[in-house]
């Protein structure tokens, strides 16, 4: 590998990882600290969009503009998003949410590049299948399973409005301006949700969860993101993407004291072979 691909896959190791915190964060404060969806979603996005602007100040250069159509695009998309996700995990395993939610992004996207005429390598597709594969053998049910289907249902939303963000994001020319901006317009489309909510526990360790997912492995994490889409192709984007839910899981291992088997090794190795192979096809 050259030392731009070596750049681009270690710039998106740090922003999956970052992807894959979300989901822990996430299922931490909905699950075990009892907050309720819609307000970690909301703090989430407060505390996402005050770091964004307080380093978009500190650069020195002229804020960038609210009103667009990309804006309102991105402001959407994150919103959908942020809802889905923060509801999702009320009744959904990390693993499973995670699957659900890159899954749904990798098909949206191979999709959507299909329908653009695009032109996707050989070597593209054998990676998304590989890495797909991998996914597939790490989160197949071992046994009877019932699966909660408002709980899917909201992911299965949550990763279409996120394949959306990342579309919209891959003509971003001022990645940190661009995800500030997104931030401040989800936030008023976030509250309209929160008076369909129930009252949650708001204890300080619920609220500080929130408050890193926003502020770092949201807020640093999609701005990072936007920074990188411009220079991979979309079906790229996708693919990476499919590792996170085999980090989720290795966090969950690490941070949960879940066991890891041999079945997360086996699907590990693939997701992230499939990544390997798919990495090097440049547009």
Known sequence: MDSDVIRIFVLLAVTMSAFAANSVLNRLGVARYGMDPMDFAAIRVVAGGLMLWVLVGLRGTARPPLWSGRRIGGAVCLAGYMVGFSWAYLSLDAGIGALILFG???VVIFGWSVAAGQVIPPRRWLGAMVAFGGLCVLLWPSGAQALPWGGATAMIIA???WAGYTLL????PDALGA?????V???PLVLLVLPLSDAGQLSVAGVATAAIAGAVTSGLGY???YHILPQIAATLAGIAQLSVPVLTVAAGALLLAEPVTAQLII????VLGGIAIALPARR
């Open 267 to 270: 699907a590990g190795m693939l």
């Open 159 to 161: 990763g279409m409005a």
């Open 223 to 225: 701005a990072l993101w």
């Open 169 to 172: 994001g891959r003509g971003e």
């Open 185 to 187: 317009l989800c936030l």
């Open 104 to 106: 749904v992004i990798q």
């Open 179 to 183: 995800s500030a901006a997104n931030f």
